[in-house]
């Protein structure tokens, strides 16, 4: 057996290799997504090889074990900073191997001293090797006052050379460190070792045990008689003390005399070495009147001598061009864009207004009626009056928290208008309107209950109680207000029969239990009438009163709101036979909290407010608005569904109505987002505006635009755009100023690895009060800190405004999918209890339960809804015992009110948790096993069958066998049990693209399949047979003469009025064929819900999507009401989905994370469908949040479906991350604030962003009050910028600033393109491009593919992996730089280190004095320090210092043997101890070895990695590859990039492209009608998506229409012409006259200057242009 475990051993690791090769990797923030409070475990061994690999340790002769320790510090410390909690472990046996007798004889001999551990490793491991007699007495007494040495001198005299011997001394010292090290090792690895250490109260030094290069340097000393036979005086009493302890365990005496051993040694250092010389650190010089301020507090020399070279700089401006001098662009008047007949801008942009509205339709839930936003003038709000509530009709909720969502302003009359009550305080017209109506008031009264009682004779005939029921709910809901005034009480009454029948039912055949849900139903309904406000007969109460006797639920009955009137009731009421027992059988309080908990008054501290006219608001709510009142800025955290939403149209009517001119940007995360809010806005407001190219909204995002961005009042974009927006010299006089409010969306985006310094340049630059909202902040408190700084130096006061309840309580529970499923129709749904309880195969999930790692605590926001907290303490009641107690207070009897509110929960939630918290952190409670109470035993379910299914023939046998792990197979079965229980609409989430795709497609073969098999049987025969008759009776009707007469009025051309013809029509009865459609999907085998969308309007959707191109499974899949949404979706498509699922037409959609981020979707259910790294804590929460929105659901259902238990917990008991921030000022924004300034003339705009940034007193979140490093650091960005000739002298932008500004997004790419531009390689590279074309493109894309779009590719170790990538057709790995670039570009990263290497050596000489001689984590002192100035020596009381105190410091100078080397300014001491000086070889040196009280961080520094000189892993070819070939399978299978990437990989590269071509054709004054900002510069996917919108809107909106509107249309829209090749088969002929021409002009304009530079650079553009119409026209081929 043992030889067959030793085969399969490699076997076995072998499989594992191999499936790691094949696994592609997959790029995520693992500390941003996951560190926050998780706690993670670091293997002790990968820590210490990562650590150890940073090749300057010397480890091999020098042996410099604190170097080692330091580097392994500084990689935990950064962790740290990132607030990651982790533990390190160790995998290994230890065996103890400290022999009896030695530990006895050691701590008698150390018990009499004063030591440090260090001392007694050294005394212990010499004497025990002396005893061995593996070594002699001489390398013995060095090694030990090698160890004393290191006590008596500071750190920073440690950098010494490495002295060298001969070999066979070598090898000597070599075994000598082996021995001691082994000796120490298995000492310090002995628990008995450590108890002594304890016991005896040493210090624990052993991190500083060996210095190699000291012991060396002593060996030399004692050697060649440095030391003269004595120890320095300091270190003698410490000498004394450990050659007597060697003595005393050893048996052998120490001495200095030197050895004759060493035949001869050598030293690293030279005398040149020693010579520390003093370096004239100096740069250009720089001088600008708003930055001066800020920097004089920066000392550094300048240099004059090389100003004379940059004096003759040419000055470059973006809105005057270098060769073709025209009047500057106008920033007011867009330049007219160019008009095809594909291309009509004006045409486009209505069809995306006629978009939007659609879109605002569904948004605004107005079912296709017209929208009637409200239209707004300039002045203050009419207030509304606070009258008496009029809350919103709906059954299953309380009346006060339905005023949340009515309105009552609305056209049809609220509330009580009419009535007297009302009338109290209104103007004469508006009483003697009152005095009218009240006179109607009783007629109106007599016709509703007229209707009401038709209504009541088709209820009556429904035997179905629940049906019933449900109908009447739907009836009372659709009422206008007036009518359900009058009616309400009878319906609800009405309600209340239907459910006690229902009740009845269940105490009929004896399952009370079962039927709770139906009392919770009664009980909500008399909480309805008891607080309701609308009129409430005697008679009415007498049945409540009566009814709630009956049942036993007495504590439902409250006093009535309504005075009770003389009135008789519009039916009889029956009730069940006397003799039935319909009591409940449990205590009224148990049934409030297990069943009636989502129907609890959710009211907590709602007042009406003259302010909101559509809802009572919280008192929350009524603070936000206080503080927007006062024009504050505000952080509100609040939960999803809280109701946040609002807070953001309140501000935008502000500003709408404070004047015509004022702006306020929204800026969302998500394309999605940016939509929806545009869609919101056009739903509610309109203004009509005195001059024309002004209007309420537009939206600009990198892709698409909609009406004019700068002529607007409320601009909906994302946060790059808006950052080029502030940024925009042409803005700073005219858009920016105006800019009154911003709010920031989703602030927690700020969190992102990829664009959250965007949001945090965004935060520092506002210029003017804020709005930032969120409801996922790990650490709001902090965050909050930081926002109220940075808004103080923007002159704005800030208020966090914490909100931390939800409105609708959230459901979990665990799915776990049949063994087998018989699907043959949905069927129809029933259940109106909520919650997915009873389901087969959903188990629900109490939230504590989740808490099974006690180590972990307990997140803040884990909910508990009434149910889990009865059952919480019960459980905790079950275990409870005499040490751990639950108090009588906390018993619900005693803890809440007869008739329990949402308050009185929350109250009691709160006291059971921090119950429940004490009993976590204390390992000896009862908590493990009150949590196994409440985690349920699974049991999968045997066989689901369809209700057609049990109906037909068919046995359980015919089902299919379900792969319990497959979501594709296990998919289908939760949908059909949602939809049973109306758990519909739902979202199910999944966070990988393609698998939602495939999901999908799944679903849709499984229902393709079960109707075509249903179509064979007879139901099918017999419907069409019917449907064949219904067909042949109509066309004998159309086949009908008509008489022939003349046409009267009232008459048409078909004959007969058209009363005549409705009535004849209408005779023939309405037929159930008259909606049939054979070919359509079948009702049972169908999400959809055709009733939400005719099929018309469904009809124009699918049109349109087919002319997008859309596949036709995905429109079969909306048919089917069913839909998919992720980004790489086509935009089109995903507004679709999402209009259509909040019409209610589809009711489920497959998603990823898109759709989680405040996307206005709210559905029943939210399906976690599938585990993902990408399902995170932050996700996870946002999108549960998904479900039970409010207003729509009391209740939101979450469902874990495809992962497991343990997995569920974690993510229900993570806590959110804590937001870090980044260093906000980069050098591209550096760049782009001088820009600014000066191409803003100094404008008080301009000068006010820059000094408002520079004021900061915390720059960055998380980051400290260090303002002297931060502009220390932006005056060595400037010296960059002035050493790269893109800043002149004065701070003026130069040369092509203009193509490294473009390209912001790709920092640090940028400035490396820029150092190939300005080295004039492309110049070089493309002065063939006529000649060789192919040749110069080839050579462009390979050097591109080093610069922008870089993704690191793993090295395969499989052997046989490897040669099948190398025989694969393609480039896998980036073959090298072309030499003369990548010359270029290592010259620009020498000079970027020297840059930074002298900020570095200048901040420390100018702020830090302190010696470094702290550990970064444990902040362990090292080495020895000077005494204080008083005299007082430094003796025991320094930490790690020597036994005995030490002697004053001139006796450092007795030391001088030692051949110390200069100490470093830049680099730490604990690096130094490696003899590294101040000399750095790479950026990331530098970066990771500064001395202590630098701050470096080396994102920011403009320098590009170069394979292989600085990275050692290769780049992926896949760029390349792509262009080369020009198809999608081999970036997948031979580059590893998931499809679901591809996409946004060339498009990225694509607008890369777009950009330097645009960018240098401003630069030549090429491209007249370009925008300075190059805000339509976009990539090709996203251009070709345009391309079909314009294709779209010339077929549907009619050319005279788009003119005739153009005088009509307010908001007058900018689409300018995109720097993409407008028809993709045109050839470049048409493109190279234009520049011909262009150029011919240009130089005849105004004379050239440097007609050599111009054609040079001409040849440059030609080759982009030409490299980008060669790469996009191979990406359209692909994605067309």
Not at 8 to 29: C, E, H, K, Q
Not at 1005 to 1032: D, F, H, S
Not at 1321 to 1340: E, M, N, P
Request: charged content about 25%.
């Amino acid at each position: 057996m043992a030889g067959q475990d030793d085969q399969d051993a490699p076997r076995g690791s072998n499989v594992i290799l191999s499936w790691y090769d094949r696994t592609r990797p997959m790029f995520i923030d693992l500390v941003g997504d996951y560190a926050g409070k998780e706690l993670f475990l670091v293997e002790g061994d990968s820590l210490l090889r990562v650590c150890f690999e940073d090749e300057r340790i010397d480890f091999e002769d020098g042996f410099q074990l604190l170097h080692a320790v330091y580097v392994a510090e500084r990689f935990l410390e950064n962790l740290v900073k990132r607030h990651c909690q982790f533990h390190i472990a160790f995998f290994e046996d230890i065996e103890a191997s400290f022999e009896d007798q030695d530990l006895e004889k050691v701590s008698e001999a150390f018990s009499e001293e004063d030591l440090n551990e260090s001392y007694c490793l050294v005394t212990y491991a010499v004497s025990k090797i002396l005893k061995q007699q593996e070594c002699d007495a001489f390398l013995a007494s060095a090694f030990v006052l090698h160890s004393v040495i290191i006590k008596h001198i500071p750190l920073s005299q440690r950098r010494l050379p490495l002295i060298t011997f001969d070999e066979e001394f070598e090898e000597q010292i070599e075994s000598f460190l082996e021995a001691v090290s082994e000796v120490c090792r298995n000492a310090v690895e002995d628990k008995r070792w450590n108890e002594l250490m304890s016991n005896e109260e040493f210090d624990c030094d052993s991190i500083d045990l060996i210095d190699g290069r000291l012991f060396r340097a002593v060996i030399q000393a004692m050697c060649d008689n440095s030391l003269h036979g004595v120890v320095p005086r300091a270190a003698q009493p410490d000498w004394a003390l450990l050659s007597g302890l060697v003595a005393e365990l050893g048996d052998e005496t120490l001495s200095l005399a030197g050895s004759i051993e060493p035949a001869f040694s050598k030293s690293t250092a030279d005398k040149a070495d020693f010579e520390g010389g003093v370096e004239e650190l100096t740069v250009l010089p720089f001088t600008n009147s708003v930055f001066d301020k800020h920097l004089e507090c920066i000392h550094v020399k300048t240099d004059a001598s090389l100003a004379v070279r940059f004096g003759a700089m040419k000055i470059y401006r973006e809105t005057t061009h270098w060769h073709n001098h025209r009047k500057p662009l106008n920033p007011k008047y867009a330049p007219a864009a160019k008009v095809s007949k594909w291309r009509n801008p004006l045409r486009t942009n209505q069809f995306y207004m006629k978009e939007m509205t659609t879109y605002a339709a569904s948004l605004t839930g107005a079912k296709g009626k017209a929208l009637e936003p409200e239209t707004l003038t300039v002045g203050s709000k009419r207030l509304v009056k606070l009258v008496e509530e009029k809350p919103e009709k709906a059954a299953a909720k309380s009346r006060k928290d339905e005023a949340q969502d009515t309105p009552t302003q609305n056209k049809s009359g609220g509330g009580k208008k009419g009535t007297k009550k009302a009338a109290a305080g209104l103007s004469k017209k508006e009483q003697m309107i009152a005095d009218n109506k009240e006179r109607k008031g009783s007629s109106e009264s007599d016709k509703a209950f007229t209707a009401w009682s038709t209504i009541m004779k088709g209820l009556d005939v429904i035997s179905d109680d629940q049906d019933r029921y449900l109908r009447t709910v739907d009836y009372l809901n659709a009422l206008d207000s007036a009518k359900t005034t009058f009616l309400e009480a009878d319906i609800h009454t009405y309600m209340i029969q239907s459910l006690l029948n229902w009740w009845a039912m269940y105490c009929k055949v004896n399952k009370k239990a079962e039927g709770y849900f139906v009392v919770a139903l009664i009980w909500t309904t008399v909480r309805a009438i008891c607080t309701s406000t609308s009129p409430i007969s005697k008679e009415n109460i007498q049945h409540v009163t009566k009814l709630c006797t009956l049942l036993g639920i007495t504590n439902a009955l409250t006093s009535f709101d309504s005075t009770p009137i003389d009135r008789k009731l519009s039916f009889v009421f029956k009730y069940p036979p006397s003799a039935q027992d319909l009591r409940i059988e449990v205590s009224q309080t148990e049934l409030q909290l297990n069943y009636c908990g989502p129907y609890m008054d959710r009211m907590l501290d709602a007042k009406p407010d003259p302010r909101v006219s559509s809802f009572v608001p919280d008192g929350w709510q009524r603070d936000v608005l206080d503080q927007l009142d006062a024009n504050k800025s505000v952080f509100v955290v609040a939960p999803t569904s809280a109701g946040k939403t609002f807070i953001s149209f309140y501000a935008m009517e502000q500003v709408l109505r404070a004047d015509n001119d004022g702006v306020l940007v929204y800026v969302a995360p998500t394309k999605a987002l940016v939509n929806q809010i545009a869609a919101e806005i056009q739903g509610r407001f309109s203004k009509k505006f005195p001059v024309p190219g002004k209007g309420v909204w537009a939206i600009h995002t990198r892709d698409y635009r909609v009406n004019n961005s700068t002529g607007c009042q409320i601009l909906v974009t994302v946060p790059h755009i808006l950052q080029i927006m502030l940024l925009s010299p042409s803005n700073a006089k005219s858009w920016a100023p105006r800019v009154r409010r911003i709010i920031f969306d989703e602030i927690h985006s700020i969190g992102n690895s990829e664009d959250g310094v965007v949001w945090e340049q965004l935060l520092l630059l506002a210029p003017c009060p804020i709005v930032a909202l969120s409801a996922t902040v790990g650490n709001p408190e902090q965050f909050n800190d930081w926002l109220k700084d940075t808004q103080k130096a923007l002159g704005s006061d800030l208020k966090m405004i914490q909100h931390s309840t939800r409105y609708s309580d959230l459901r979990k529970y665990m799915y776990e999918p049949p063994k087998v499923f018989q699907f043959s129709g949905l069927g129809k749904s029933y259940g109106v209890g909520l919650g997915l309880d009873g389901l087969l195969g959903f188990d629900a999930f109490h939230p504590a339960s989740s808490l099974v790692d006690k180590s972990r605590g307990m997140p803040d926001d884990l909910a508990l809804e009434p149910r889990d907290c009865l059952s919480l303490w019960k459980a905790m009641c079950k275990f409870q015992n005499s040490e751990y107690q639950v108090p009588e207070s906390l018993n619900p009897e005693k803890a809440l009110p007869a008739c329990i509110r949402k308050a009185d929960i929350f109250k009691w939630e709160k006291d059971l948790k921090k119950l429940l918290l004490q009993w976590l952190a204390d390992r000896n409670s009862p908590i493990d096993r009150v949590v196994k109470e409440l985690t349920p035993t699974t049991s999968t379910p045997k066989l689901l069958t369809s209700d057609k299914a049990l109906s037909s023939n068919s046995s359980a046998s015919d089902g299919e066998y379900i792969d319990p792990y497959d979501l594709r197979s296990t998919t289908l079965p939760l949908l059909y049990q949602l939809h049973k229980r109306r758990a519909l609409p739902a979202i199910l989430f999944n966070y990988d693209r393609s698998q939602c795709e495939r999901i999908a497609e799944a679903v849709l073969k499984q229902l393709v399949a079960a109707e075509t098999l249903w179509k064979e049987g007879p139901q099918w025969k017999k419907l069409m047979e019917g449907y064949e008759k219904y067909k042949e009776q109509k066309d004998k009707k159309s086949r009908k003469p008509t008489k022939p007469a003349k046409k009267t009025k009232g008459e048409d051309d078909e004959g007969g009025s058209k009363v005549d013809r409705m009535r004849e029509e209408s005779s023939d009865g309405a037929s159930a064929f008259d909606l049939f459609d054979p070919e359509a999907p079948q009702e049972d085998f169908s999400f959809a819900n055709p009733k939400a969308l005719q099929k018309a309007e469904l009809d124009e959707y699918i049109r349109a999507l087919r002319w997008k191109n859309v596949k036709e499974d995905l429109l079969d899949l909306l048919r089917r009401g069913i839909g998919v949404h992720h980004a790489g979706m086509n935009r089109k498509y995903r507004q679709c989905v999402e209009m259509l699922f909040r019409r209610g037409f589809l009711r489920v959609v497959i998603a990823t994370g898109t759709l989680s981020l405040g996307i206005n979707m709210p559905c029943a259910t939210v399906v976690f469908c599938g585990n993902s790294v990408y399902l995170t804590a932050l996700n996870f929460r946002q999108a549960a949040g998904r479900s039970g929105r409010r207003g729509f659901d009391l209740l939101g259902n979450v469902v874990f479906q495809g992962i497991s238990r343990e997995r569920a917990s974690r993510l229900l008991s993570s806590r959110l991350p804590e937001l870090t921030g980044h260093f906000p000022i980069t050098t591209t924004l550096v760049l782009r604030l001088f820009t600014l300034l000066h191409d803003s003339k100094s404008s008080p705009y301009a000068v006010r962003a820059v000094n408002s940034l520079l004021s900061q007193p915390r720059l960055y979140l998380g980051g400290q009050s260090f303002k002297e490093q931060v502009l220390h650091h932006l005056r060595f960005s400037i010296e960059y910028l002035r050493r790269n000739e893109l800043l002149g002298p004065a701070g003026e932008p130069v040369n092509f600033t203009s193509c490294v500004s473009h390209l912001y997004y790709t920092e640090n790419s940028s400035f490396a393109f820029h150092a190939l531009l300005k080295g004039g390689y492309f110049h070089k590279l493309c002065a063939d491009i006529d000649t060789k074309t192919s040749i110069v493109l080839d050579k462009l894309i390979l050097v591109l593919c080093h610069l922008f779009g870089r993704r690191v590719c793993r090295e395969v170790d499989n052997p046989e992996e490897a040669e099948m990538i190398k025989r694969s057709p393609s480039v896998v790995y980036l073959k090298p730089m072309p030499e003369d670039a990548a010359k270029i570009l290592r010259k620009h990263n020498a000079d970027t280190l020297d840059v930074f290497t002298t900020y570095v050596k200048t901040f420390a000489a100018q702020h830090i004095k302190e010696e470094e001689r702290y550990l970064p984590l444990t902040h362990i002192p090292v080495g020895f320090v000077p005494p204080s100035a008083n005299g007082k020596a430094n003796g025991h009381a320094v930490p790690n210092g020597g036994a005995h105190p030490a002697k004053p410091a001139n006796d450092n100078e007795s030391f001088e043997f030692l051949p110390s080397l200069p100490v470093p300014h830049a680099r730490s001491t604990f690096v130094a101890l490696s003899g590294l000086g101040d000399e750095f070889t790479t950026i990331d040196d530098l970066c990771s070895s500064t001395r202590e009280g630098v701050f470096l961080e080396s994102a920011v520094i403009p320098h590009l990695e170069l394979h292989p000189d600085e990275c050692r892993t290769p780049l992926n070819a896949y760029i390349l590859d792509f262009y080369m070939h020009g198809s999608l399978d081999p970036l997948e299978k031979a580059n590893g990039i998931r499809k679901a990437d591809v996409w946004f990989l060339l498009n990225d590269f694509s607008m890369v492209l777009a950009t330097i071509v645009t960018s240098i054709a401003l630069h030549l004054g090429l491209g007249s009608d370009a925008d300075p900002e190059m805000l339509d510069v976009m990539g090709a996917g996203d251009a070709a998506e345009n391309e079909a919108d314009e294709k779209v809107a010339a077929t549907i909106i009619p050319d005279a229409l788009a003119t005739s509107a153009a005088t009509a249309q307010v908001a007058a829209p900018i689409r300018k012409s995109k720097k993409v090749v407008d028809d993709w088969d045109a050839g470049e002929d048409a493109l190279v006259a234009q520049e011909d021409y262009l150029k011919s002009e240009g130089l005849n304009g105004t004379g050239a200057t440097d007609d050599e530079e111009y054609d040079k650079l001409m040849n440059v553009y030609k080759a982009f242009r030409q490299l980008k119409s060669a790469f996009d026209e191979k990406f359209h081929a692909i994605f067309a």
